[in-house]
């Protein structure tokens, strides 16, 4: 079953009560359609959230250091005391040199942290994929929040990622997101090789964000195979 990653961001609608509030609704989502759904939220809120919700819950970042003096860095080892299941790295919105993201992983690896690396480009998820993160999200930055979906826009994208990616790692799943809003967006991905997708404001922003995520789960399913009777 493909995965569904909803990223809350710092959303008015995804921020403190409201950010559990989204959270129980993800999970209800989960539990009723057997999709495994993870959701990655503020880091001031992985304790608030993660303790009201079963669902895997995601540092939205992370700092490779280690106990000491590093005030206003995110320690591994505190976001786990917190609640964290995994983290994101190198989302646009919070870039990361290489050099970085490879010391991430290895610090988010060496305390049990699940990891998703975004990657600006099909290039960019190969030279991630060398590290084995957990998943790579593929996503171009001039898509992010938009209404056009990578799906549509750059399909070949996807499909170039998912070769390169898995000539490096087969292992490592391959995810992506951008404007993804509906199960069209999704199933175009899925067909092209990802294994699920990322999404923010698609359901974040939604005016119902139960309906937005029952929609794109639609994107999901595997067509039924029709057993024609003999003759």
Not at 93 to 118: H, P, S
Not at 121 to 137: G, H, K, M, Q, R
């Amino acid at each position: 079953m493909p995965f569904l990653v909803v990223n809350f961001k710092t959303y008015k609608q995804a921020t403190g009560q409201q950010a559990v509030k989204l959270a129980k609704i993800c999970e209800k989502v989960a539990k009723k359609t057997k999709v495994h759904v993870i959701i990655a939220v503020q880091n001031v809120d992985l304790f608030r959230v993660s303790s009201e919700v079963s669902i895997p819950v995601y540092a939205e970042h992370i700092d490779p250091v280690s106990y000491g003096a590093n005030t206003g860095k995110d320690l591994p080892e505190a976001l786990v005391e917190n609640g964290a299941a995994g983290v994101l790295i190198n989302h646009s919105e919070d870039r990361a040199e290489l050099a970085q993201i490879e010391d991430d992983i290895k610090r988010a690896k060496g305390v049990g942290l699940m990891t998703i690396v975004c990657a600006p480009t099909s290039e960019s998820s190969e030279s991630i994929a060398v590290f084995a993160p957990d998943f790579i999200a593929v996503e171009p930055p001039e898509l992010i929040g938009g209404d056009v979906s990578v799906s549509k826009a750059k399909p070949e994208l996807i499909a170039k990622t998912v070769k390169l990616v898995h000539k490096v790692n087969k292992e490592v799943p391959v995810l992506c997101g951008a404007g993804i809003k509906d199960h069209d967006d999704v199933k175009i991905a899925i067909k092209l090789g990802c294994e699920g997708i990322l999404v923010a404001s698609g359901v974040t922003k939604a005016e119902d964000p139960e309906k937005a995520l029952l929609d794109l789960i639609k994107g999901m399913a595997k067509p039924k195979t029709v057993k024609r009777s003999k003759r």
